[in-house]
């Protein structure tokens, strides 16, 4: 069964990396790799780099993330310059120098009042915005495994001055800042996390 679920999963990665043009590497990889391999890491290698495009090659692949009714609420600001990237890796507070070394931030946002509203403006219930949070998690989450899946290394950061990149980086009031994600290569291994096992976090009825 879980060899399945693998397969399966690997085909939809597959299939949405095909639809959305996705980066190119020398070496495909699958998917339990791609999840097995992407790891929090604190330890970016200061020499290398990454371009515009390949940011937006994998922007492309996280926009097939499920969303409510398909209105991709996730917004992406990414910072590249030699003039910005250090202002920005300064606003991260206890990640600063974890990251120091990151080839890029990008700040993802989502824009308010879209997922979980009906056309009215009113909320569909309790959760209001918390559905836009719950759509930019996920796109968040193909984000890293489409980096990883180029080669790419990432860190999501919630330790952040938000109002400050706010203003570094004009973000509007309409935007939710949620999270800055260090993009980059590896310096060293990072560590690995022990899981707990299957049965200890599923019920079956």
């Known amino acids: 069964m879980k060899k399945y679920i693998l397969i399966l999963a690997a085909g939809v990665l597959l299939a949405a990396c095909a639809e959305k043009k996705p980066v190119v590497t020398e070496e495909k990889i699958d998917f339990e790799t791609v999840v097995s391999q992407r790891r929090s890491t604190r330890d970016f290698d200061p020499s290398a780099k990454i371009s515009a495009e390949q940011i937006s ?12 009714r398909n209105l991709e609420p996730a917004r992406y600001h990414a910072v590249l310059s030699e003039e910005k990237l250090p202002a920005a890796k300064a ?5 600063a120098e974890r990251v120091s ?3 890029a931030i990008v700040v993802t946002t989502f824009v308010k009042g879209l997922s979980g509203f009906r056309d009215n403006g009113e909320p ?15 796109a968040n989450s193909y984000f890293v495994l ?8 990432t860190l999501i950061m919630g330790g952040r001055d938000a109002e400050g990149l706010r ?3 004009g973000i509007p009031e309409t935007e939710e800042i949620m999270t800055a994600i260090a993009v980059g290569v590896r310096a060293s291994e990072p560590r690995f996390a022990e899981r707990p096992a299957v049965e200890k976090v599923v019920k079956f009825y």
């Not at 569909?124 to 996920?138: F, P």
């Open 91 to 95: 606003l991260l507070m206890g990640n």
């Open 124 to 138: 569909v219930d309790a959760l209001g915005n918390g559905w836009g949070a719950y759509d930019c998690g996920l």
């Open 146 to 153: 489409a980096a990883r899946a180029a080669g790419f290394d």
């Open 101 to 103: 070394g990151a080839a």
């Open 57 to 68: 090659e994998i922007i492309a692949v996280a926009q097939n993330a499920p969303s409510w």
């Open 167 to 169: 203003s570094l980086l």
